[in-house]
């Protein structure tokens, strides 16, 4: 069985979506799955947005000290 935050950590909104057997009853996958896997979308979007603007405000410098320190 799949728990909620397996699905939201494993899934990619580029990828078609299928969902387990466990999660087919009633209306989990078009309520409540649906919403929460909406809301992981718009949160690593706007991570990913934030990520972008903090990048290009750092100077070059400092950028290199981040990928060198943090692989």
Request: net charge positive.
């Amino acid at each position: 069985m799949s728990s909620l935050a397996q699905i939201t950590q494993q899934f990619d909104p580029a990828a078609p979506f299928v969902a387990s057997a466990n999660w087919l009853q009633g209306r989990t996958v078009f309520g409540g799955l649906s919403a929460a896997l909406s809301l992981q979308t718009v949160l690593f979007e706007a991570w990913l947005t934030v990520a972008i603007f903090t990048w290009r405000a750092v100077s070059s410098a400092q950028r290199l000290f981040l990928l060198f320190h943090l692989q």
